[in-house]
């Protein structure tokens, strides 16, 4: 896709680690300026140095997806870096959950609601207007196989990607007309440093999760680049509001 790609300015928040990471440097490899957008400025400079280092464009801005001054001022400095904005892919989420619905802490719902699913419709918000103006441009957001298929014990998770889906498909009809494509994946298990996290608490999991899959394995997060780019490019120029799940066949398996 280099071709395509080439003096293409892409924007991924989450991109200091795990999936935004690897979406990052893949873009940059195809020779996409990449702006890359996360909470935690030590790992987000690191992955701006690696593409440096390889001879790409990037650099990198501290956010707070759930903030809209933060949000704004991101799209802001993207535009003022590079003059415009031809693809977002809006990864940045949490997951920190473990307990049945009622016993749900208020305080942890609303930083995953807020993060999850506020930090999409504020960067939709902030991005779709520069698009617009455009007459182009093509968005990704990071929903969750959690939208298609129930996990238990992860209420507030569940409902901030069914949200992502919600918002993906209204953004798609209504800016359709104004050149604008929005889609959003729902991984399924990807070995991130959250998927890591998760099984060294749980070294059993790790085994469930394959087995629960038609292809029995967990992905890396390259697998996610891969759709990530797919969807931004040309030759998904014809789909939009769509839900794409990458889950080795979880969802499908249902």
Not at 98 to 107: Q, T, Y
Not at 126 to 142: C, S
Not at 163 to 187: H, K, Q
Not at 216 to 244: F, N, Q, R, Y
Request: hydrophobic fraction near 45%.
């Amino acid at each position: 896709m280099k071709e395509f790609y080439t003096g293409k300015v892409v924007l991924i928040t989450g991109a200091a680690t795990g999936m935004g990471q690897t979406t990052a440097i893949e873009f940059a490899k195809a020779g996409a300026k990449v702006v890359v957008a996360d909470w935690n400025e030590a790992d987000g400079q690191a992955t701006v140095n690696t593409i440096k280092e390889n001879g790409g464009d990037a650099k990198f801005v501290k956010v707070d997806v759930s903030n809209s001054a933060s949000v704004k001022n991101m799209v802001d400095k993207t535009v003022e870096w590079y003059g415009r904005l031809d693809c977002a892919f809006n990864n940045a989420g949490i997951m920190e959950e473990n307990s049945k619905l009622a016993d749900v802490d208020e305080a942890v719902w609303d930083r995953i609601i807020n993060v999850n699913m506020k930090g999409i419709f504020l960067c939709m918000k902030y991005e779709l207007p520069v698009m617009v103006a455009q007459g182009k441009g093509a968005i990704v957001n990071t929903s969750s196989v959690c939208a298609a298929r129930i996990l238990p014990n992860c209420a507030a998770y569940t409902a901030s990607k069914f949200g992502v889906v919600a918002l993906t498909r209204s953004a798609a009809v209504e800016y359709g007309g104004s050149g604008v494509r929005v889609n959003t994946i729902l991984p399924g298990a990807i070995f991130t440093p959250m998927m890591k996290a998760a099984t060294e608490a749980d070294p059993s999991r790790l085994e469930r999760v394959k087995h629960t899959r038609p292809l029995g394995k967990v992905a890396e997060p390259i697998v996610i680049a891969k759709a990530a780019m797919w969807l931004c490019s040309d030759e998904a120029e014809h789909i939009t509001g769509h839900a794409l799940p990458v889950d080795g066949g979880y969802v499908g398996a249902a």
